[in-house]
Structures are given as structure tokens and as C-alpha cells.
């Protein structure tokens, strides 16, 4: 099923996030993790992609197989700047092959060493080749507080809306700890004519290291509430789980009230968070 589908239904949807084993030995573990998380019964699911080796060749795999053995939508993410056309177009084989029907179009980071291949520059780009390539029902990302690299969130919004123009059926954000920020990008992405559905992005941050090292990649603003969370529980990760959980649950209880029904999870491949995060919605997201 396409999630734009989903979507158009207005129902509440509730997402998740997994990522592929980086090498091959470590395939059964990662697995069995998409796997409870995959029972968990999502509205759809989708599947990281790195700019090389194993997390790239798995991403195929992995949705494929939450397609056919559990009958979860899903969608494999793939990234441009760092493939040629060749490899784009051997990958969207893959994914046609397996009868995957949603891709994530990113432009992907540039790497620390600024290596890069020269066919594609922007998200925008890899959009209007899968549009040539085949009928998939394409999603892009946003950022509520601007990529990292943009000047200022006019021109984010501008290339965003460019972007969704070449072809996105779909957006979902990079995740954010404050909702009002959600909520105001939202409003300028409406004002700029940005119409297609917008997907907020969750991260339950259950570990103080990883928040750290998560934070510094993307500079995702922290409120004073947050910080002092971490504060308190960093030292102690069954505290800091609780809490990031807690913390994720809320900031979704307060999205459902302010009408925004499409949530994606950064399960980070951690099956009792997105239990737990599932079962403390339950009445509200149905
Ligand atoms: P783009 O939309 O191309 O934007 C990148 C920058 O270029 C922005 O600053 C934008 O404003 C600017 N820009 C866009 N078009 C133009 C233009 N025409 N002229 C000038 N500037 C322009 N990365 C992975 O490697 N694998 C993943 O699986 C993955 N999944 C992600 C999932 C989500 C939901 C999100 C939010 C991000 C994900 N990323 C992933 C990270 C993403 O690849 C990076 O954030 C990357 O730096 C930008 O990708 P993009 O597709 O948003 O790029």
C-alpha cells in the first residue's frame, strides 16, 4: 500500500522507524528487534539507508521482508549524494523488484571528508528520477528548525517547497523536543504553499549518551524542561529510559490535541520502547 493512501484516510497513524545491521553477523539481532517491532502492528514502517556497504545493501532486504512476512507497509529510505546514477538506478530496481511501493528520496549528509559523487546535489534531484523511474509513492524530509546547512528557514522553507513541487507525496520532519516549534514551522510551511501531509518525527530519548552525540549532529534545540530531565537521570539510564519515554508519550498526546495525526517513532530498533510508547497511547491513538 502506498502511505500517501494511508494518510488521505485522516485516520491517526502511528509510525516506526528501524535501522539495518551495518554487517552481516549482526543481521539476526537487528532482525529480530524489526521484527517485535513489526508486531507491534504499525501503520507503516520504514527502513534507514547509508551511503554505503551493508547499510545500503540491507535496506532492500529489510523492508522487503517486513513487507512480505508481516504485511507491514513499508519504505526504504535511500540517499543520493554520495551515489552515482548508476547506483540509484540499480537500487530502485531492488526496491522495484521486491515490491516495495514507498521510498524516502534524501539527499543524504555529506561525509567528513567531503567525498561525494558529482550526479546528484540536492533531494530534489533523486525526486524527479524515481517520478521517471517507476510509480512510488515518494516522501522527502524537513526540517522544523531548518537543515543545519541552510542560511536561514526562508530559504529552507523555499527548497522544501521545491522539493515537495518535484514530485513528494509526503514529508516527514527530523525530530524536535519542543512541539511550539513543530507547530510554527508547520504554519510557515502552509503559508508557502507546502500542502502535501507532514509527518512529525519522535525520538524517545532514553540514553544520555546517544542524546549527546545525537544533538551535536543536529543541533536539535533542547527546552530548559528536557535539560533538566537530563540532568537528573542522565547518570541513571532505567531513570533516563522512563523519562525519555514519558517525555516522547507527551509531546505526542499534546500533537494528537493540536490535530496533527501522522507520527513517526526513531525506534532506534528498541522494540519495548515502541511497546511501551504504543501501549501509553493506546486510547488516544486508535
Ligand atoms: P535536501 O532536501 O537536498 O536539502 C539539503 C540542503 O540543501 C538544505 O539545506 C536545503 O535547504 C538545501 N537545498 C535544497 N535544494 C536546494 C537548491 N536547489 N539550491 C540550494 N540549496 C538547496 N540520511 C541518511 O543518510 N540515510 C537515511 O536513511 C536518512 N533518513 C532520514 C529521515 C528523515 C525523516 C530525516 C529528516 C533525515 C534523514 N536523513 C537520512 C538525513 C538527511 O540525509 C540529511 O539531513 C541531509 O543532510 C539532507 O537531506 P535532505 O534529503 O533533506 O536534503
Do not use: W
Amino acid at each position: 500500500m502506498k502511505i500517501k493512501d494511508i494518510l488521505a484516510q485522516e485516520k491517526p497513524v502511528l509510525s516506526f522507524e528501524v535501522f539495518p545491521p551495518k554487517k552481516e553477523d549482526a543481521y539476526a539481532s537487528v532482525e529480530h528487534a524489526v521484527n517485535e517491532i513489526a508486531k507491534l502492528n504499525p501503520s507503516f514502517m520504514s527502513v534507514t539507508y547509508g551511503a554505503g556497504g551493508g547499510t545500503s545493501r540491507y535496506t532492500v532486504d529489510i523492508t522487503s521482508h517486513l513487507l512480505h512476512q508481516y504485511g507491514v507497509t513499508a519504505m526504504a529510505h535511500l540517499s543520493c549524494v554520495s551515489s552515482t546514477r548508476e547506483h540509484v538506478r540499480n537500487m530502485v530496481e531492488r526496491i522495484r523488484e521486491n515490491g516495495i511501493e514507498n521510498i524516502l528520496a534524501l539527499r543524504g549528509d555529506i561525509p567528513a571528508d567531503g567525498k561525494i559523487e558529482h550526479d546528484y546535489r540536492y533531494a530534489c534531484e533523486l525526486i524527479r528520477d524515481l517520478k521517471e523511474l517507476g510509480d512510488f509513492c515518494i516522501g522527502g524530509a524537513c526540517y522544523p528548525e531548518g537543515h543545519p546547512e541552510s542560511p536561514n528557514k526562508a530559504e529552507d522553507i523555499r527548497h522544501l517547497k521545491e522539493k515537495v513541487d518535484a514530485g513528494c507525496d509526503f514529508l516527514t520532519t527530523q525530530m524536535f523536543f519542543d512541539n511550539n516549534i513543530f507547530y510554527n514551522f508547520l504554519y510557515r510551511a502552509r503559508e508557502k504553499g507546502i500542502t502535501v501531509p507532514i509527518v512529525a518525527g519522535i525520538m524517545p530519548m532514553t540514553n544520555a549518551k546517544q542524546l549527546k552525540r545525537t544533538l551535536a549532529l543536529s543541533g536539535t534545540y533542547l527546552p530548559t524542561r528536557f535539560k533538566m530531565l537530563l540532568d537528573k537521570f542522565g547518570d541513571n539510564p532505567a531513570a533516563m529510559k522512563q523519562a525519555g519515554i514519558a517525555y516522547a508519550t507527551e509531546q505526542i498526546i499534546d500533537l494528537v490535541a493540536n490535530d496533527v495525526h501522522a507520527i513517526h517513532i526513531y525506534t532506534m530498533n528498541r522494540p519495548e520502547v515502541a511497546a511501551q510508547i504504543k501501549s501509553s497511547l493506546s486510547e488516544i491513538i486508535v
